[in-house]
T-cell receptor, first 111, second 115 residues
Framework: TQLLEQSPQFLSIQEGENLTVYCNSS?????LQWYRQEPGEGPVLLVT?????EVKKLKRLTFQFGDARKDSSLHITAAQPGDTGLYLC???????????FGQGTRLTINP | DAGVTQSPTHLIKTRGQHVTLRCSPI?????VSWYQQVLGQGPQFIFQ???????GRGNFPDRFSARQFPNYSSELNVNALLLGDSALYLC??????????????FGEGSWLTVV
């Protein structure tokens, strides 16, 4: 059983469309992170959300942390082919000293 | 400044063999973590080292071991390789340990194929 469940696992849309991917858990986290990973590279941190209900924007990407700090969403407006990649959510497990990842959402934006 | 560097980038091993993967953290970073990423999945935590001491261990068999050297570089060793060990092995570094919630930076990984 995944501690962090991401949905959808695969998403293929046309350039210019909007999309939302989700990261859900039954556990409460002090913070949650979103990464993007391109083929042949390691994950790159996009954002860290800390406060319940927090919304952060990174150009056309909007990240939200759920009020109960159990879930998060990533919304992309007017998707572009350069947004193609694997999007991963992750949370630090306090005490266990480890970063736990979801299984990822593989996003393909078609020109 | 150089990022996290890993070697080798690709390697092929036979079942039963042993492999050593190497990682050099970003200069000034004292924490190194190792992750296994099987194709189509998110990374799975293997180990974390901080100041040369093991600070965290994931759910991996004893065939997996690691160490951190005085210069903060690290090695991941896997013995008695199985086909299922085929994966991308990622190294990540950060200034402090995971409890601090500080940013971690990933290398590009070592692709291991076991045949």
């Amino acid at each position: 059983t995944q501690l962090l469940e991401q949905s959808p696992q695969f998403l293929s849309i046309q350039e210019g469309e909007n999309l939302t991917v989700y990261c859900n858990s039954s556990s409460v986290f002090s913070s949650l992170q979103w990464y993007r990973q391109e083929p042949g590279e390691g994950p790159v941190l996009l954002v860290t959300v800390v406060t319940g209900g927090e919304v952060k924007k990174l150009k056309r990407l909007t990240f939200q942390f759920g009020d109960a700090r159990k879930d998060s969403s990533l919304h992309i407006t007017a998707a572009q082919p350069g947004d193609t990649g694997l999007y991963l959510c992750a949370a630090i497990i306090q005490g266990a000293q480890k970063l736990v990842f979801g299984q990822g959402t593989r996003l393909t934006i078609n020109p | 400044d150089a990022g996290v560097t890993q070697s080798p980038t690709h390697l092929i091993k036979t079942r039963g063999q042993h492999v050593t993967l190497r990682c050099s953290p970003i200069s000034g970073h004292k924490s190194v973590s190792w992750y296994q990423q099987v194709l189509g999945q998110g990374p799975q935590f293997i180990f974390q080292y901080y100041e040369k001491e093991e600070r965290g261990r994931g759910n991996f068999p004893d065939r997996f071991s690691a160490r951190q050297f005085p210069n903060y570089s690290s090695e991941l060793n896997v013995n008695a390789l199985l086909l299922g060990d085929s994966a991308l092995y990622l190294c990540a570094s950060s200034r402090q340990d995971a409890r601090s919630g500080n940013t971690i930076y990933f290398g590009e990984g070592s692709w291991l194929t076991v045949v």
